[in-house]
């Protein structure tokens, strides 16, 4: 179904593009020997290479390079044996060099696909233009100082991919699904953490409006993109802006506008206007980029299963619905912890065991899976004593509950609460009996056609036996002994 | 291939260098003879002959994925015009 957007002069459709910035991981910068952690203390992690002094010559990562083509090879992306550095030339304080070393006519991945799932159940294929290495810039500071902007120079220098998509994007949604693939994507190559909020990933927009089926109308594109929330309000209001523009016969300029989160809005960058003359030409530093094809061989070979093989290995291995599916393989940590705990057991079970207890009671504490108190194993040893009538579903929340406590086994637990279940009939017929004794008139209503009391029976066993009663076996005995 | 006087301002402008209005007439005649003199270059025909990136037979270095640098906040902002709380200070520069 098309995303439209109805104007007075009629529907518009979006035309969207977008360019994600992705930090790759890695310990040291793409030319340089220094760190490159989040968060340390300013003008650290920064060498003489990351500040520009004079002389100072880049030396290229070699492991970068793995991580983009690892990358290029998961974007079921052509590698290219040759690509080129060049300088992106422009001024500003965080940019010491006066040039970024970026990638322009060669880079070193070309053409690729991503599928994106939509909410409706339906994917697409978005199409990936290329992917590039750059260097980052150093990070500006304006809230410390009346009159000063305060420059940290730790990220200059940290690699990039820069990720160009097709225009193939014709909704927020899209757009929104389109970044979650992505992310999925790097981190389950461990070439991104993906992690929006401390800048390991950045989005900008290319934005343009059409009537549909009619050619590509003008662009623009927004800066400063930087959460899924804050993609999806930068397209809604740069779509409205523009249909308005162009239904009041203007024309939209072609330009790079920064999204503001505090006022929910885009505007003019005016001075990137001029900057945009950036004068590339190859780095005079380094020499081309040439890739064997037995080093691609060999990063091929140690690629991991990809979040959509997953998906589709665990729908048809393990009879997952695609909803449960997806949310599994939505981290590979998660992924990996359902199918140690499913390994040899009820998989349907187990992925029930993992959404909605685990995962659920995990939110709850403010906690990840890398920190859950039970392991994969010990949820594993639950999901047993259900499977073998130990323990009652029932019973097994209230275990499950002491086990996220306590971090022992269920077997312990169970032990030690005495909570295994009563599966001995004379046991249960004896409660079944008391029950029935101390409700003479629910008994004659029952055998007087009031089937409902039924459950209100099986509630008073359950409860008198303390929850211990296995179900299945009190369902039996009662229905017999009040229709006898 | 001249670079008029248009020109020479937006390069200087571009590469933050200030070149007085005055002298702009000169450094147009100046550069267009530069770009003139290489345009020599043209007269050989290279249709057939790839570009050349060096002329030594070597492959572009690389190294470890290794943290082997930086770690010195105090010589880094040494000869910064001003610093403060180790940062670089500047003039504000706000969009």
Known sequence: ?484 | MSMDVKTVAKVASLARIRVESDELDKYSRELSGILKWIEMLDNVNTDSVEPLANVANIELKQREDVVSDGNYQQAVLKNAPESLQGYFAVPKVIE
């Open chain 1, 1 to 484: 179904m098309a995303y439209l957007i109805r104007g007075e002069t009629g529907d518009w459709e979006m035309v969207i593009g977008l360019e994600v910035h992705a930090q790759i991981t890695a310990n040291s910068k793409l030319f340089s020997g220094s760190a490159t952690d989040f968060g340390s203390e300013a003008n650290t992690q920064v060498s003489f290479v990351d500040a520009a002094m004079p002389g100072m010559l880049p030396v290229l990562n070699q492991y970068c390079v793995e991580q983009a083509v690892r990358t290029g090879l998961g974007l079921n992306a052509a590698v290219n044996k040759y690509s080129v550095f060049e300088r992106k030339n422009y001024f500003y304080p965080d940019l010491p060099q006066g040039y970024q070393i970026s990638q322009f006519l060669h880079p070193i991945v070309g053409k690729g696909v991503v599928e994106i799932d939509l909410p409706d159940g339906t994917t697409k294929e978005i199409g990936i233009t290329r992917l590039h290495m750059e260097q980052d810039a150093g990070k500006s500071v304006h809230d410390m100082h009346p009159k000063k902007s305060f420059v940290d120079l730790n990220r200059s220098g940290s690699a990039l991919m820069e990720i160009v998509s097709e225009p193939d994007i014709r909704s927020p949604e899209e757009a929104t699904a389109y970044i979650t693939k992505l992310r999925m994507i790097l981190r389950y190559l461990g070439t991104c953490d993906g992690n929006m909020d401390e800048g390991s990933m950045r989005c900008d927009v290319n934005l343009s409006m059409r009537k549909p089926g009619a050619p590509f109308g003008t662009r623009c594109e927004i800066k400063n993109v930087n959460s899924i929330k804050a993609v999806q309000m930068a397209i809604d209001y740069e779509a409205q802006r523009q249909i308005e523009v162009l239904e009041n016969g203007g024309v939209i300029k072609q330009e790079t506008r920064l999204w503001d989160p505090a006022k929910g809005e885009t505007r003019s960058m005016r001075s990137k206007e001029e900057a945009h003359d950036y004068r590339y030409f190859p780095d005079p530093d380094l020499l081309p980029l040439t890739l064997t094809d037995e080093l691609i061989a060999r990063i091929k070979a140690t690629l991991p299963e990809l979040p959509d093989e997953k998906k589709h290995r665990f729908m048809g291995d393990y009879g997952l619905s695609l909803y449960d599916a997806g949310v599994l393989i939505a981290e590979r940590e998660r992924a990996d912890f359902f199918e140690s705990a499913a390994k040899g057991r009820d998989a349907k079970l187990c992925a029930n065991w993992v959404l909605n207890e685990l995962l659920g009671r995990l939110n709850k504490d403010g906690k990840t899976l890398s920190d859950s108190p039970v392991s994969a194993e010990n949820l594993g040893g639950l999901i047993d004593r259900i499977a073998d009538n130990t323990i009652s579903g029932r019973i097994a929340k209230d275990v499950f509950a002491e086990m996220m406590d306590s971090g022992t086994t269920a077997d312990s637990i169970i032990d030690a609460k005495g909570l295994k279940q009563v599966t001995d009939t004379g046991a249960i017929e004896a409660v079944i009996d008391s029950v029935m004794a101390e409700n003479p008139q629910m008994v004659a209503d029952y055998r007087g056609g009031k089937d409902k009391l039924f459950g209100f029976f099986v509630g008073q066993v359950m409860k008198k036996s303390g929850g211990k009663a296995n179900p299945a076996a009190v369902n039996d005995l009662l229905k017999s002994k009040l229709d006898g």
